[in-house]
């Protein structure tokens, strides 16, 4: 059987998108997005996003996010941009669209050529909504982190998916492959956790590395740096209320940190290619 796909990227953060609004997510899908996600012996992504119809009253699609390793994601802040793309360039050009996903509904305004803004919610940094064990209630702000043989000081923050941020000197030099799996699999993250390491280099710019639960380092994460800007606003590091510029290693994100830790988030979206797969 064919499968048409887009392949779409917001900094570098590619995914497969598949239309099923009529269809519905294919029954195999972890499977699936397993074999298509293999770099050089498949299409190659960080995994396949299904756009689904909605569930919300008013909502223009439902977004579900299948990871490389299979399993299912609440939220992508890249991913959300270029369903918002894809919906624009097939037949729904509107200036706003509201897309549910499992963190709730998200309403994405187009800002220019391939260019949207995310109202990403509210963040909290409480060991509940992450879930998070062994650390008390929280806030989770800027504590001590046994990480095998090493010792973190760490942010948890959850921005409808759970993140830990770290800040390090020189975010370049570190190797995520053998640092990352010793926080995604932590005893204190049940559900596992994202993981964001950054260099500050002033109050309004950041370099950002990301070791994804269920993916590896990917070169951008949309909730990861909405996390990672919520935390150094809680550290007092980044200003409230200010575009803070954060780069990673696939391209630029803009967040902003508004009243009520309601988050913005300001990125690009692009199509890389439309096919068909044999599955």
């Given at each position: 059987?064919?499968?048409?796909?887009?392949?779409?990227?917001?900094?570098?953060?590619?995914?497969?998108?598949?239309?099923?609004?009529?269809?519905?997510?294919?029954?195999?899908i972890?499977?699936?997005?397993?074999?298509?996600?293999?770099?050089?012996?498949?299409?190659?992504?960080?995994?396949?996003?299904?756009?689904?119809?909605?569930?919300?009253?008013?909502?223009?699609?439902?977004?579900?996010?299948?990871?490389?390793?299979?399993?299912?994601?609440?939220?992508?802040?890249?991913?959300?941009?270029?369903?918002?793309?894809?919906?624009?360039t097939?037949?729904?050009a509107?200036?706003?669209?509201?897309?549910?996903?499992l963190?709730?509904?998200?309403?994405?305004a187009?800002?220019?050529?391939?260019?949207?803004?995310?109202?990403?919610?509210t963040?909290?940094?409480?060991?509940?909504?992450?879930?998070?064990?062994?650390?008390?209630?929280?806030?989770?702000?800027?504590?001590?982190?046994?990480?095998?043989e090493?010792?973190?000081?760490?942010?948890c923050?959850?921005?409808g998916?759970?993140?830990?941020?770290?800040i390090?000197?020189?975010?370049?030099?570190?190797?995520?492959?053998?640092?990352?799996?010793?926080?995604?699999?932590?005893?204190?993250?049940?559900e596992?956790?994202?993981?964001?390491?950054?260099?500050?280099?002033?109050?309004?710019?950041?370099?950002?590395?990301?070791?994804?639960?269920?993916?590896?380092?990917?070169?951008?994460?949309?909730?990861g740096t909405?996390?990672?800007?919520?935390?150094?606003?809680?550290l007092?590091?980044c200003?409230a209320?200010?575009?803070?510029?954060?780069?990673l290693?696939?391209?630029?994100?803009?967040?902003?940190?508004?009243?009520?830790?309601?988050?913005?988030?300001?990125?690009?979206?692009?199509?890389v290619?439309?096919?068909?797969?044999?599955?």
């Amino acid at each position: 059987m064919k499968l048409s796909f887009t392949k779409m990227q917001g900094c570098a953060n590619d995914y497969i998108y598949l239309d099923c609004r009529t269809s519905g997510v294919p029954e195999d899908i972890a499977a699936l997005s397993q074999r298509l996600s293999r770099r050089h012996f498949s299409i190659g992504a960080d995994g396949i996003i299904c756009i689904c119809a909605p569930v919300t009253a008013g909502a223009d699609a439902m977004m579900r996010i299948f990871n490389a390793d299979g399993s299912e994601g609440k939220m992508c802040g890249n991913g959300i941009r270029c369903v918002a793309e894809w919906l624009y360039t097939h037949g729904m050009a509107k200036p706003k669209l509201a897309i549910d996903t499992l963190s709730g509904l998200k309403t994405v305004a187009r800002m220019g050529e391939g260019l949207w803004q995310v109202e990403m919610g509210t963040y909290t940094a409480m060991a509940a909504a992450l879930p998070a064990v062994n650390m008390g209630e929280g806030p989770l702000v800027d504590l001590p982190l046994q990480v095998e043989e090493n010792l973190w000081r760490v942010t948890c923050i959850s921005v409808g998916n759970p993140h830990c941020v770290t800040i390090v000197p020189d975010v370049d030099s570190l190797k995520l492959e053998q640092i990352g799996p010793g926080f995604e699999h932590h005893e204190n993250f049940p559900e596992r956790i994202n993981t964001e390491f950054v260099q500050v280099v002033d109050a309004t710019h950041l370099k950002m590395r990301v070791w994804e639960r269920g993916s590896g380092e990917t070169w951008a994460c949309g909730t990861g740096t909405c996390a990672t800007v919520a935390a150094l606003t809680e550290l007092g590091i980044c200003p409230a209320g200010e575009d803070v510029h954060v780069q990673l290693r696939g391209g630029e994100l803009t967040i902003r940190v508004l009243p009520g830790k309601q988050l913005l988030m300001t990125g690009a979206a692009e199509t890389v290619c439309e096919g068909t797969t044999e599955v």
